[in-house]
């Protein structure tokens, strides 16, 4: 068959990445005997237009749309991106009697509704790269795709679902530069994306990853397999830098550091990052191994510096192990990303003030360069298949009838907002390491790093240089654009308006 795989994500922002995910099916899908292509949308201005161009050219038999969100994921300014995702559907259904297959991380975290929305025939959850060629097979062949794992349908007006089988990831390659055009992304700082394992054994209590996206059953792949990808990903693409896009980088520890020591053995050099580092085993020695495998940067994600909090998050480490890894890691040269999640069950004005005296007192680096940069949220997304899904039920903030297609929230009843913000601001205004999720406003910066990014080559060109930019800033855009009676206020409309349709 013909199948046309679609990259649906238009967040053009540093923050874009390569899809690795969509990669991955492609691959499976070709190794499978089928025809593919990919269009990447990221960086269109007339995706319609495109997708009209490459329809009428390829001719496909299935089109595969990838949903990396639902939405931009902000309490003061919520925009979904399916609407946009609809009328895109529209445009091809005039155009092609294509089957349509919805997948990616957006449409795994409410399955039903997406579908039901975008009008799509099938939805693939979870993992695709096993179960989107089942369906292939099965349309194929004229026969009922309704047993295949991680497949989902409407029969007689009912929703349909098998639950998903998770993939091994023995000798499995997404090959990211050979379907995607890497330039857009490389020129506003993105890295190229890899994985070395699936599956998250953690507990967080927000998390779609161990419930809805990976499981909690750990896939390893051979480290010298994950190496020998990166060595050829240099030989062919030459990328400025590699990313790796695993929910928790280092754990298995061991594991992880055998992905090292396997990069320091080769005779090349490359430059490494990492999202979701656990401040968990994170030791000097560890480090050690980091920079010498070529890390300049990375990811922490504690969520809290409070040991109340710590705990209600589930994080699966103590206040001990975050202060044991930022004393580590202020012995070394690492460019340290540190997010933090406030307003989650049981968070108070006491516990904000226990996670910002630690940043104020253990974040800030006197010998710059290199610099840090933390993220605050305030709010937490609630999601369905979720044990934060459950106590928002309990507490009233949503009901079990609530429409997880809109952004929902919780925040802390025990947190006064209000106060909140003043600690946070007041920490901002003397810590220029201090970004904030709070208003979608700051986000402007991705759209002026983007165009920098055309006009220089800069690697690497977002939040490691923020430090320079919110020095520069923060006191006239706390003063100019901080409203922070509106925000107090959008929050508890928010808040209020998902109470509204509790029962």
Same mark, same amino acid.
């Given at each position: ?16 990445? %390569? %899809? ?12 499978? &005997? ?13 995706? $319609? ?98 047993? =295949? ?7 007689? &007006? ?18 990211? &530069? ?15 994306? =890899? ?43 030459? %990328? ?38 656990? %401040? ?153 390491? =201090? ?17 920098? &990014? ?17 020095? =520069? ?6 003063? $100019? ?23």
């Amino acid at each position: 068959m013909k199948v046309l795989l679609i990259n649906s994500n238009r967040k053009s922002d540093v923050l874009a990445a %390569p %899809p690795i995910g969509l990669c991955y099916v492609a691959t499976a899908t070709e190794l499978a &005997g089928h025809e593919v292509s990919v269009v990447d949308l990221c960086f269109q201005r007339s995706p $319609v237009e495109r997708l009209r161009d490459v329809i009428e050219y390829f001719k496909p038999d299935v089109l595969g749309i990838s949903i990396r969100n639902i939405d931009n994921c902000n309490m003061l300014h919520p925009r979904s991106y399916l609407e946009e995702i609809r009328v895109m559907i529209n445009e091809v259904r005039a155009l092609t009697k294509a089957c349509i297959v919805l997948g990616g991380s957006g449409a795994s975290i409410y399955p039903k509704g997406v579908l039901e929305y975008l009008k799509a025939d099938y939805v693939v959850i979870s993992e695709g790269e096993e179960a989107f060629p089942r369906l292939l097979e099965r349309l194929e062949q004229g026969l009922s795709p309704d047993q =295949i794992h991680g497949v989902g349908c409407m029969r007689n &007006g009912q929703f349909v679902l098998n639950p998903p089988a998770l993939t091994s990831l023995e000798r499995t390659r997404a090959e990211v &530069g050979r379907w995607i055009d890497l330039k857009p992304y490389e020129a506003m700082g993105s890295s190229y994306t =890899i994985q070395s394992r699936r599956g998250c054994r953690n507990q967080c209590i927000y998390c779609t990853y161990n419930q809805l996206l990976e499981g909690q059953s750990i896939r390893l792949r051979d480290p010298r397999d994950v190496v020998d990808e990166i060595e050829e990903v240099i030989t062919r693409y030459h %990328p400025r830098s590699f990313e790796f896009v695993d929910s928790v980088f280092n754990d298995p520890l061991d594991h992880c550091a055998q992905v090292l020591e396997e990069i320091i053995r080769r005779s090349w050099r490359a430059s490494f990052t990492a999202m979701g580092v656990s %401040p968990k085993g994170l030791d000097s020695d560890f480090l050690e191994l980091m920079h010498l495998a070529g890390f300049s940067s990375f990811w922490v994600t504690p969520e809290s510096a409070s040991p109340v909090m710590i705990q209600n998050y589930r994080k699966g480490f103590t206040m001990g192990d975050i202060s044991e890894a930022s004393d580590a890691i202020r012995g070394t040269d690492f460019t340290v990303l540190w997010d933090f999640l406030i307003g989650g069950p049981g968070e108070t004005n006491q516990t904000l003030q226990d996670t910002l005296d630690f940043i104020i007192k253990d974040l800030v680096r006197h010998t710059r360069p290199p610099y840090y940069t933390i993220n605050f949220f305030l709010g937490v997304r609630v999601y369905p298949g979720t044990r934060l899904w459950d106590v928002a039920i309990k507490e009233g903030f949503i009901s079990a009838d609530s429409d997880p297609l809109r952004q929902l929230w919780y925040v802390s009843p025990s947190l006064d907002i209000d106060r909140a913000l003043s600690q946070m601001v007041d920490a901002a205004r003397v810590c220029p390491e =201090i970004i904030s999720g709070i208003d979608e406003k700051y986000l402007e910066l991705s759209g002026i790093a983007r165009a920098l &990014g055309k006009l220089f080559t800069i690697p690497k060109l977002h939040w490691r240089l923020m430090y320079a930019v919110n020095r =520069i800033i923060r006191k006239p855009a706390l003063k $100019v654009s901080f409203d922070q009676s509106r925000v107090v206020n959008d929050i508890k409309r928010q808040l209020t308006s998902q109470r509204h349709f509790v029962a």
